[in-house]
Every structure is written in structure tokens, then in C-alpha cells.
């Protein structure tokens, strides 16, 4: 059974940092794409950066405008953990945050693209 398990959300000051990790387990992840997605309060989810491959073999990661140069997605050494720092948070960053997992290679940036979700983690950032 996948199981995608999410860590290290939590409640920082604006300017801080945290770092999101998702352990996934059940099968190999190491050909699949996998992202990160945030859902704030009255809002839609949204993509935040994902990670894929293009062609089968080239590396590739993908990440939002709003969180570029702020935020970096990452694979564990054995592609089966996922991993989001984020550096300057805002407020706006406030959401529950979602580790996704596709059994497509290619980075997508629409969450029905994604087959399997973690439960999420809470992310406050207090001005």
C-alpha cells in the first residue's frame, strides 16, 4: 500500500525557515514525479515545485513563481523522500502543505495528475 507521510511543518516567524520532508513508501518512486501542493484556508489547492524527469532521464524540477528563489524541492538519495525548504516565508505561505506523488515521470502542475497524497502538514507563518 503507498503511503506518503509528511513532517516538519510547524508555526515560524516571517523571514524564517522551515523544511518539509515527505517519506513515501509501498513502491519505487525513483521513476516517478513528486510535488509539493499547498492548500490555504477558504482557498484552493495550489502547485508549489515538483520534481520529474523529461525524456525517462534528465532531472527536472519545476517550482511556482510566488515561492521562486524562497523555496527548493529535493530528493532524497534514494528518490523516495521528497523534501521543500523554504526560506523567507510570509504569511502568505500560511497552508496546509501536501507531498503528491505521480506515477507519470513528467513534472505536472495540476493536482489530477497525481495519484497518490499525503495527509498534509500545517505551515504558520506569523507576521
Known amino acids: 500500500q503507498v503511503q506518503l507521510v509528511e513532517s516538519g511543518g510547524g508555526l515560524v516567524q516571517a523571514g524564517g525557515s522551515l523544511r518539509l520532508s515527505c517519506a513515501a513508501s509501498?513502491?519505487?518512486?525513483?521513476?516517478?514525479?513528486m510535488g509539493w501542493f499547498r492548500q490555504a484556508p477558504g482557498k484552493e489547492r495550489e502547485f508549489v515545485a515538483a520534481t520529474g524527469w523529461i525524456g525517462g532521464s534528465t532531472y527536472y524540477a519545476d517550482i511556482t513563481d510566488s515561492v521562486k528563489g524562497r523555496f527548493t524541492i529535493s530528493r532524497g538519495g534514494a528518490k523516495n523522500t521528497l523534501h521543500l525548504q523554504m526560506n523567507s516565508l510570509k504569511p502568505e505561505d500560511t497552508a496546509v502543505y501536501y507531498c503528491a506523488a505521480s506515477r507519470r515521470s513528467s513534472v505536472h502542475n495540476s493536482d489530477s495528475s497525481y495519484d497518490y497524497w499525503g495527509q498534509g502538514t500545517q505551515v504558520t507563518v506569523s507576521s
Open positions: 509501498g513502491r519505487t518512486f525513483s521513476t516517478y514525479a
